[in-house]
């Protein structure tokens, strides 16, 4: 009754205007609706639908105090070039306010080749640090104590070789494996999908995933066994609610693995974690969060029956949209971070990494990096968005824009159902075309000028190219041949080869678990390219052939 | 670069100038087909289509290594429809076959369709007959079956193969109406999907119903799993047995016989109708007749009789 | 009939694909016959592929900062292969200074983050062989 008379108010309000002179001239899409009132949330049960903060299914955020007791984790990625630089980095960061870290290795080390192998040529140190052997990862950590501070790793396909490696540091720092924290990303689908460091196919990269969740559920039960990343998703060109949807997919996919491979869903789930983009729509991206943990909520409890309400949580990480950045006019991309990280901050991040403002050139300078902390920094101390939790919670834009989001992803989750789950819409290429197809309009709608980039095809001005970039010199590869070399010199070289003959025996036996056997061989110090080269000659290797 | 002679040196560039040479129709075209063409005639050629997304590529991409693996250099010729919007396309055969990209005895090459109006056939043959006089014992020529210049490209194959899936649906209405029956060799690939038992005995079913057809061959369902190189083995010993059959019973000469018939019938055709076009349809009196014949002053069987009287004479 | 046959190819270990997706397809849209080969080639690879398709444009695209040690050795297999007249382009995440030294080594333009897909066609137009 109300919302008839509502109705009849609102049609006679908009009648007022011209429709026309209400229209944004130059954007097709996303747009829109001019007001938003009640009618758009019809049906909106708060219990049902928000509920509390921590508790199911948890729209308002994961924790019942949020930032109110404490502020998300400010985890700047980085690395590049040796150990020994990145490590002076990691410190810089801790000792300016960063509370946790994140590593970002090299495209080597992702795809388990060693610095010297010549499918490395020209990568070595490039996108993020070399790490060739346990020598290596005990500089990057030197003088920073595993038992305060929280480490994330982007490494996907070995992953469990990097986390032994963790492990083994840990150890001779006399810090037990069942304190540490952190994360490994540990999400081999999305690599097939879009971000394409793979190593082994399909069956046995789940294989190691599942037994990564079972080791630590043993032995590293603080840590966070799998970072399922819809960040890359979005930066190969999908749209907010493909994000949350392929993602979430993949979430289902491991959880289904993990189960049957024996193990309680509540046993594992509460450590599985995911990774969003803050991409430039603010509302868009707060809705996006808040309907994400809505979806996985309602996935872990109805789906897969999981009792405890950590299970059901979604804890996420975010990074501000690295393919946003312009090159143009590089100084815009800090409004445009920060802008991204009240975003983030809004729909209720856990922890949050901000892109520096020359990215789109090159990896970012030590400055520039201070700027990306301090931004984050002043949101949360200045800015009064951390103050309340989900503070745009009862908007009535963003109410129905989380519902569409909702909507959208269930949609594709059904799709992807319908034709066997996301590893198999994979390997039909479903999702690659999907997204290839979001990206190649977003593409077409830039030169067409239905949207609009500041500084790119709009307002562009002529400049001078940019200075003081970071470069990484070409002799990292050399030093870490050299590095190899003596690792391999002043090691028991016997006992690295029954190390590796064991893991590779076992990789031939599904019912072990090979996270013990990786452990083995990493602290006899065999090398990751040894390491993933004997499970290469059992497991073989993937090749994509993602069509256009 | 004298290309013909380079070509019978095995030389990689030139066999690929010479492919460019009659895909672009360039001038030395002729030249260089008339001075191949004794030199060919001893690969073996197989042609492998079906409809879109049944794997077509990735099962050459097998096939042509379980040949390597027997000793045989392999020579591909991969097709791919052209947009009838752009008049561009995309080539997406190699990114199924880059294992194959450093084998000295592997040449791929990618073709459009550029509007059958071309004659496709005849470039996608003389593509065959240069990696042929290149030394390649072994050309796969694979093309999407939906059309009928599909299946005269095919028809340049000593044995073809057609390759279908699982789960087309309906799809099967049209495969029995049409491209099943230019198959010597029946493949169903991704045979691990639901449905590939129906689809067998739906095969089956066909088969007996076109047996006074295939004469002392009836064509051999294989199921492949292409994506993990299951069934490559068989697919190859069935195409190696077919092609014993054609020797055995003579029909392989047939075949050869009829093609080379059909190629020159063809040529000429092609030949007659440019003249056709130039000096005829192209032409001021041409206009005149039509002209005429719209204001009914005249009728056309008179009209292509003249015509048709002096082009011949 | 002479169409302009394009390669669309990512050498190293960068998976980064989205802009040759898109430029490959833009390419195709603009009446180019795209030759689209993966992530994760060697530059080997990518230089037996241009010779086997005899294409008239390689177009190399690299976000991981090794295009200085892969694009110009793209360009030296080519020459070493006989394929002389290939254009050959790269972009990616390139910074302005690098740009010379691509340039002396043989890539004919290289085009950053930003670039309209039609300006990569209108260069190839401008400048294929």
Not at chain 1, 118 to 143: N, R, T, Y
Request: proline share 4%; charged share 25%; glycine share 8%.
């Amino acid at each position: 009754m109300a919302n008839e008379t509502l109705k009849a108010g609102f049609d006679a309000y908009m009648a007022k205007a011209d429709a026309a002179s209400a229209k944004f001239p130059e954007r097709a899409n996303l747009e829109p609706n001019r007001l938003y009132t009640p009618l758009d949330i019809e049906g909106f049960d708060y219990e049902k639908d928000l509920g509390y903060p921590g508790e199911y299914p948890f729209t308002r955020g994961v924790q019942p105090t949020m930032y109110r007791g404490k502020f998300w984790t400010m985890r700047m990625y980085a690395g590049f070039s040796t150990a020994e630089e990145s490590n002076k980095r990691y410190r810089y960061l801790l000792a300016n306010g960063g509370s946790g870290l994140s590593c970002a290795f090299d495209l080597p080390t992702q795809i388990g080749y060693d610095s010297t192998d010549p499918m490395a040529e020209g990568e070595v140190g490039k996108v993020g640090v070399a790490i060739d052997s346990l020598a290596d990862m005990e500089i990057l950590f030197d003088q920073i104590s595993l038992d305060k501070v929280s480490t994330s790793m982007t490494i996907n396909a070995p992953a469990s070789v990097l986390l032994c490696m963790y492990i083994a540091v840990a150890k001779k720092q006399g810090v037990p494996s069942d304190a540490l924290r952190g994360t490994i990303q540990n999400d081999i689908l999305k690599e097939y999908a879009a971000r394409g460091t793979y190593i082994f196919p399909p069956k046995p990269s789940m294989r190691l995933i599942t037994n990564i969740f079972e080791y630590c559920s043993k032995f590293v039960p603080k840590w966070n066994t799998i970072s399922i990343s819809g960040y890359h998703i979005r930066e190969a060109g999908s749209t907010a609610s493909q994000e949350i949807a392929f993602t979430i997919a993949d979430g289902i996919a491991y959880v289904e693995a993990a189960i049957k491979a024996g193990m309680d869903v509540d046993a594992f789930a509460g450590r599985l974690s995911f990774f969003w983009n803050a991409h430039n729509n603010v509302l868009e991206e707060v809705a996006k969060f808040r309907a994400s943990r809505r979806v996985w909520a309602k996935v872990m409890k109805e789906r897969f029956g999981a009792k405890k309400a950590k299970s059901m949580m979604l804890r996420v990480h975010t990074q501000t949209a690295g393919s946003m950045l312009t090159a143009q006019q590089p100084n815009n991309n800090i409004v445009r971070v920060a802008l991204q990280t009240a975003a983030a901050v809004m729909g209720g991040t856990q922890s949050l990494h901000t892109n520096s403002k020359d990215e789109a050139l090159a990896l970012p300078t030590t400055e520039s990096v201070t700027i990306a902390l301090r931004t984050q920094q002043i949101v949360a101390y200045e800015s009064g968005l951390a103050d309340t939790i989900d503070p745009l919670g009862g908007s009535y834009y963003v109410e129905a824009l989380t519902n569409k989001i909702e909507k959208e992803a269930w949609d594709y989750i059904e799709k992807i159902d319908e034709l066997g789950g996301a590893p198999e819409a994979i390997a039909k290429g479903y999702i690659q075309k999907e997204i290839q197809d979001s990206a190649y309009k977003w593409q077409m709608d830039i030169e067409a000028g239905r949207r609009i980039i500041v500084g790119v095809n709009k307002f562009t001005q002529e400049e001078e190219p940019p200075k003081n970039l970071l470069r990484v010199d070409g002799s990292v590869g050399k030093l870490q041949a050299e590095k190899i070399a003596k690792v391999k010199a002043t090691r028991d070289n016997a006992a690295v080869e029954a190390k590796l003959a064991a893991l590779k025996a076992a990789c031939a036996d599904e019912n072990v678990n090979l996270v013990p056997l990786i452990l083995e061989a990493v602290e006899a110090y065999a090398t990751e390219g040894e390491i993933c080269g004997v499970m290469r000659q059992v497991f073989g290797e993937f090749k994509a052939h993602t069509a256009l | 670069m004298d290309i013909v002679e380079e070509i019978l040196k095995h030389n990689r560039l030139a066999l690929s100038k010479g492919i460019t040479a009659v895909e672009n129709e360039y001038d030395n075209a002729v030249d260089i087909m008339t001075k191949i063409y004794t030199h060919t005639g001893h690969a073996y050629v197989i042609g492998i289509t079906g409809p879109p997304g049944a794997g077509k590529s990735t099962l050459t991409d097998k096939i042509a290594k379980e040949f390597r693996r027997r000793g045989k250099t392999v020579g591909i010729v991969a097709i791919d429809p052209t947009s009838p919007y752009s008049g561009g396309a995309i080539l997406g055969d190699r990114i199924r076959m880059m294992d194959l990209m450093m084998d000295s005895g592997i040449f791929i090459r990618s073709m459009a369709t550029r509007g059958s109006l071309g004659g496709l056939s005849q470039k996608a043959g003389d593509a065959v007959k240069l990696m042929d006089a290149f030394g390649m014992d072994i050309i796969l020529v694979e093309t999407v079956g939906v059309g009928q210049s599909e299946v005269d490209i095919v028809k340049t194959a000593d044995t073809t193969m057609v390759v279908v899936i699982p789960g087309m649906g309906d799809d099967i209405q049209a495969i029995k109406a049409g491209i099943l029956e230019i198959g010597d060799l029946l493949t169903i690939n991704k045979a691990d999907r639901e449905g590939a038992d129906k689809l067998n005995i739906e095969m089956e079913m066909m088969l007996e119903l076109n047996n006074e057809k295939n004469a002392g061959w009836r064509p051999p369902i294989n199921r492949t799993i292409a994506s993990k190189d299951q069934g490559t083995v068989e697919v190859v010993d069935s195409i190696l047995a077919h092609q014993k059959f054609l020797i055995e019973t003579g029909k392989l000469t047939d075949i050869r016989r009829a093609r080379i018939k059909s190629e020159v019938t063809d040529m000429v055709n092609v030949r007659v109708n440019r003249y056709i076009d130039k000096n005829v349809v192209r032409t001021a009196e041409f206009d005149a007749t039509i002209e005429k014949l719209q204001r009914r002053e005249t009728e056309p069987y008179s009209v292509v009789d003249d015509i048709v009287s002096k082009v011949l004479k | 009939m002479a169409n302009i046959k394009v390669l669309v190819a990512k050498p190293g270990l960068d998976g980064h694909d989205r802009g040759a997706k898109v430029v490959a397809r833009a390419l195709r849209d603009a009446g180019f016959e795209v030759i689209y080969t993966g992530i994760r080639l060697t530059p080997e690879q990518i230089a037996e592929a241009a010779l086997q398709d005899d294409v008239n444009v390689v177009a190399l695209s690299l976000l991981s900062g090794a295009h200085n040690t892969l694009f110009p050795k793209v360009v030296e297999l080519l020459k070493e292969k006989g394929m002389n007249d290939v254009l050959v382009i790269g972009g990616g995440v390139i910074p302005d200074a690098d740009i010379p030294g691509l340039k002396a080594a043989g890539i004919a333009e290289v085009f950053t983050p930003g670039t309209p897909t039609g300006k990569i066609v209108d260069f190839i137009n401008a400048n294929v062989k």
